[in-house]
């Protein structure tokens, strides 16, 4: 059985970037076909996908977030990493992890569509 585990900084500053890395075990993110997505949900709001890379290491972002967000990965760690630059007090949220055998590029995320999931980490953006 797959699982993420999401690790970072609970607290940022406005302006700076946020970043977050999901380890993986149980499985590579390279194996084809498998999609590795950082989804969020903000206090109150429904969950939205950040971006998505896939198992070649190609990248997809929403198009209201894709000036700010850089999605990389260490296949030696099995890691992918979220970058979110110039944050503000609404990027506040809960960040997770998730995977996917197909490709999932909506920014509408319904939870069924993703096969494993991290616990999530909460993120507060505040001077």
């Known amino acids: 059985q797959v699982q993420l585990q999401e690790s970072g900084p609970g607290l940022v500053k406005p302006s700076q970037t946020l970043s977050l890395t999901c380890t993986v075990s149980?499985?590579?993110?390279?194996?084809?076909?498998?999609?590795w997505s950082w989804i969020r949900q903000p206090p109150g709001k429904g969950l939205e996908c950040l971006g998505v890379m896939t198992y070649r290491g190609s990248t997809f972002y929403s198009p209201s977030l894709k000036s700010r967000t850089s999605i990389s990965r260490d296949t030696s760690k099995n890691q992918f990493t979220l970058q979110l630059s110039s944050v503000t007090p609404e990027d506040t949220a809960v960040y997770y992890c998730?995977?996917?055998?197909?490709?999932?590029?909506?920014?509408?995320?319904?939870?069924?569509?993703?096969?494993?999931w991290g616990q999530g980490t909460q993120v507060a953006v505040s001077s």
């Open positions: 998730a995977t996917s055998k197909r490709l999932m590029t909506n920014p509408v995320v319904r939870k069924n569509d993703y096969d494993y």
């Open positions: 149980g499985g590579s993110i390279t194996t084809a076909p498998s999609y």
